[in-house]
């Protein structure tokens, strides 16, 4: 009886406990303890959860590299020496920094007798900047300044490349990439890596800003043909004659496909 009692006493004691918590359970009581959960707070707290960490946004195109793949290895889904876009940024050596921005430098040197200036490239390119930011699935630590820089450097880099390995007369005479296999090859291995992507609606506006309108110039094949044509020897592919627009792209890697 007295053991009776003492029991009765204990549950009592028990549920009084956690009603004075708020509902919170001590990890000291047993499994079978009543425990008492405010169902309105907690359905509060799960949707405030669900518009951050659940919604995928359609316009996503460019993305991280599932952890699973890269423990493996991770250094075969980090650029060599051409970081594209704001994610490996920092694997990028000052070397060829100054070959990105030498590019540049050729390509405004020659639409410079078109009309085209760095400036009106910059403006056109912090309109588009947003939606362009959109299209990444993941943070990007880079503000809005840095990030218009980014895109109009790399972008003018990729479409001044296609366009000398198109043309052999527009290649400097030393230019270390067209001289040296290994940077060529550095090339091929970081343009299709996936995290090292910028938007094609990026490489696409750069590409129609700075093409060739003067009416004693041949008219240029558009810009997927080019890039086409830039990995046809290392995918061992002849790219397609016709005047194809290769519409909805999302970026270079997704043109390869």
Same mark, same amino acid.
């Given at each position: 009886?007295?053991?009776?009692?003492?029991? $009765?006493?204990?549950?009592?004691?028990?549920?009084?406990?956690?009603? $004075?918590?708020?509902?919170?359970?001590?990890? +000291?009581?047993? #499994?079978?303890?009543?425990?008492?959960?405010?169902?309105?707070?907690?359905?509060? $707290?799960?949707? +405030?959860?669900?518009?951050?960490?659940?919604?995928?946004?359609?316009?996503?195109?460019?993305?991280?590299?599932?952890?699973?793949?890269?423990?493996?290895?991770?250094?075969?889904?980090?650029?060599?020496?051409? &970081?594209?876009?704001?994610?490996?940024?920092?694997?990028?050596?000052?070397?060829?920094?100054?070959?990105? =921005?030498?590019?540049?430098?050729?390509? /405004? &040197?020659?639409? $410079?007798?078109?009309?085209?200036? @760095?400036?009106?490239?910059?403006? +056109?390119?912090?309109?588009?900047?947003?939606?362009?930011?959109?299209?990444? *699935?993941?943070?990007?630590?880079?503000?809005?300044?840095?990030?218009?820089? /980014?895109?109009?450097?790399?972008?003018?880099?990729?479409? #001044?490349?296609?366009?000398?390995?198109?043309?052999?007369?527009?290649?400097?005479?030393?230019?270390?990439?067209?001289?040296?296999?290994?940077?060529?090859?550095? =090339?091929?291995?970081?343009?299709? @890596?996936?995290?090292?992507?910028?938007?094609?609606?990026?490489?696409?506006? /750069?590409?129609n800003k700075t093409s060739a309108k003067q009416s004693t110039q041949a008219e240029e094949p558009n810009l997927a043909h080019l890039a086409l044509q830039?990995? *046809?020897?290392?995918? +061992?592919?002849?790219?397609?004659?016709?005047?194809?627009l290769y519409d909805k792209k999302k970026h270079l890697l997704d043109l390869l496909r």
């Open positions: 009886m007295p053991s009776l009692f003492f029991s $009765s006493c204990l549950t009592i004691e028990t549920k009084a406990k956690s009603e $004075s918590d708020g509902g919170t359970r001590d990890p +000291s009581y047993g #499994e079978d303890d009543e425990v008492i959960v405010d169902i309105d707070s907690l359905t509060s $707290s799960i949707e +405030s959860m669900m518009p951050q960490n659940l919604i995928m946004s359609y316009k996503w195109c460019i993305f991280r590299v599932p952890p699973i793949l890269r423990r493996h290895r991770e250094n075969a889904y980090i650029p060599n020496a051409f &970081s594209i876009g704001p994610w490996h940024r920092n694997h990028q050596t000052i070397s060829t920094e100054i070959i990105k =921005l030498n590019y540049l430098k050729n390509l /405004l &040197s020659r639409e $410079s007798k078109s009309g085209v200036t @760095l400036k009106e490239l910059v403006e +056109s390119t912090r309109e588009i900047a947003k939606e362009a930011r959109s299209c990444y *699935a993941g943070p990007i630590d880079v503000g809005a300044k840095d990030f218009v820089r /980014l895109l109009v450097i790399d972008g003018c880099f990729l479409i #001044e490349l296609f366009r000398k390995d198109q043309d052999i007369r527009l290649r400097e005479k030393h230019d270390p990439i067209f001289k040296m296999a290994w940077l060529m090859q550095c =090339l091929y291995h970081d343009l299709i @890596l996936l995290e090292n992507q910028i938007p094609w609606l990026v490489l696409e506006h /750069l590409f830039f990995f *046809a020897y290392t995918f +061992s592919f002849k790219p397609p004659n016709t005047d194809i």
